[in-house]
């Protein structure tokens, strides 16, 4: 399994995978690629020599894509006619029906259904069994930095999502949640978490850090939020707060922006989550 970025694939003119995939597409890298129209360009080039191509078509984008390349098969979790849909924790497919992947707890929100109904499409084409790829997924134990759970203090639960480094990926885990501790921040990206407003209502309170507290303190408006800072800062004000409504409650580390400002990279943000939350006495999730 290769994942392949649009810098790579605007440069490539021989990649041809068994098996292509296309899960979405929004703004990113757009300076790169002179424009919208560009990075989209960039990102079809990975069916220019596939074998199977594997196209979402939850936005405009990607419906465009798909209408280009020939055989296509689509995906969606948004209810968009496609060769496959994911909905309410099962697949539908054309070939071997439902799927039912309720049991999966690693495949929480939308975005991971998405994942899911691409990772048994590309399985099934390449020869895996219904039985072996239904197991894969049931067994999934996730990805560390994605909607991971790192540990649980009293009734309240830490979940670290700090590969999304951008507002389209925080909306998938904020809209997983019905209620939230948000921490968010870092170096923010175009548009910044402007797209994120109808999920405001669903934040209990938000703790900013980095570049874009400020920011994004400003556009949240009267959502409740705090400029904590640092991420020990976060952590810590966040857990006070999650635990003094005496409820299960979820802290969210989910930045919806780079993270240059502070750390190296996504996963070193991602640790000093872990860390901050180990420290307050958590029980790590693998002994929860």
Same mark, same amino acid.
């Given at each position: 399994?290769?994942?392949?970025?649009?810098?790579?694939?605007?440069?490539?003119?021989?990649?041809?995978?068994?098996?292509?995939?296309?899960?979405?597409?929004?703004?990113?890298?757009?300076?790169?690629?002179?424009?919208?129209?560009?990075?989209?360009?960039?990102?079809?080039?990975?069916?220019?020599?596939?074998?199977?191509?594997?196209?979402?078509?939850?936005?405009?984008?990607?419906?465009?894509?798909?209408?280009?390349?020939?055989?296509?098969?689509?995906?969606?979790?948004?209810?968009?006619?496609?060769?496959?849909?994911?909905?309410?924790?099962?697949?539908?497919?054309?070939?071997?029906?439902?799927?039912?992947?309720?049991?999966?707890?690693?495949?929480?929100?939308?975005?991971?259904?998405?994942?899911?109904?691409?990772? *048994?499409?590309?399985?099934? =084409?390449? $020869?895996?069994?219904?039985? /072996? %790829? @239904?197991?894969? +997924?049931?067994?999934? &134990?996730?990805?560390?930095?994605?909607?991971?759970?790192?540990?649980?203090?009293?009734?309240?639960?830490?979940?670290?999502?700090?590969?999304?480094?951008?507002?389209?990926?925080?909306?998938?885990?904020?809209?997983?949640?019905?209620?939230?501790?948000?921490?968010?921040?870092?170096?923010?990206?175009?548009?910044?978490?402007?797209?994120?407003?109808?999920?405001?209502?669903?934040?209990?309170?938000?703790?900013?850090?980095?570049?874009?507290?400020?920011?994004?303190?400003?556009?949240?408006?009267?959502?409740?939020?705090?400029?904590?800072?640092?991420?020990?800062?976060?952590?810590?004000?966040?857990?006070?707060?999650?635990?003094?409504?005496?409820?299960?409650?979820?802290?969210?580390?989910?930045?919806?922006?780079?993270?240059?400002?502070? *750390?190296?990279?996504?996963? =070193?943000? $991602?640790?000093?989550?872990? /860390? %901050? @939350?180990?420290? +307050?006495?958590?029980? &790590?999730?693998?002994?929860?």
């Amino acid at each position: 399994v290769i994942e392949v970025s649009s810098y790579q694939l605007d440069l490539t003119t021989s990649f041809a995978p068994d098996v292509a995939i296309l899960t979405n597409v929004s703004p990113d890298h757009l300076d790169r690629h002179g424009g919208m129209e560009g990075y989209v360009e960039a990102k079809a080039r990975i069916f220019a020599h596939a074998g199977l191509a594997l196209v979402g078509v939850d936005e405009a984008w990607g419906q465009g894509i798909a209408a280009t390349v020939p055989g296509a098969h689509t995906v969606s979790t948004a209810g968009t006619p496609a060769d496959i849909r994911a909905t309410d924790g099962r697949l539908v497919t054309g070939t071997d029906g439902h799927v039912d992947l309720t049991a999966a707890r690693s495949l929480l929100g939308r975005h991971n259904a998405q994942n899911a109904a691409f990772a *048994y499409a590309a399985a099934r =084409a390449v $020869g895996v069994s219904r039985e /072996a %790829a @239904v197991e894969g +997924l049931l067994s999934f &134990p996730g990805l560390a930095h994605r909607m991971e759970t790192v540990g649980h203090l009293g009734k309240v639960r830490f979940v670290n999502d700090s590969k999304a480094t951008n507002a389209d990926a925080a909306r998938q885990a904020l809209a997983s949640y019905e209620r939230s501790f948000w921490i968010a921040g870092g170096r923010a990206k175009a548009g910044g978490i402007d797209d994120l407003e109808d999920l405001f209502p669903r934040v209990v309170e938000a703790f900013l850090i980095g570049e874009a507290a400020g920011p994004f303190a400003a556009r949240l408006g009267e959502t409740p939020h705090r400029i904590s800072g640092d991420m020990a800062s976060a952590v810590n004000a966040a857990w006070e707060a999650a635990a003094a409504t005496g409820r299960d409650e979820v802290v969210l580390l989910s930045p919806a922006a780079a993270s240059f400002d502070q *750390y190296p990279d996504f996963e =070193a943000r $991602g640790e000093a989550f872990r /860390a %901050a @939350v180990l420290a +307050l006495g958590a029980q &790590p999730a693998s002994a929860a």
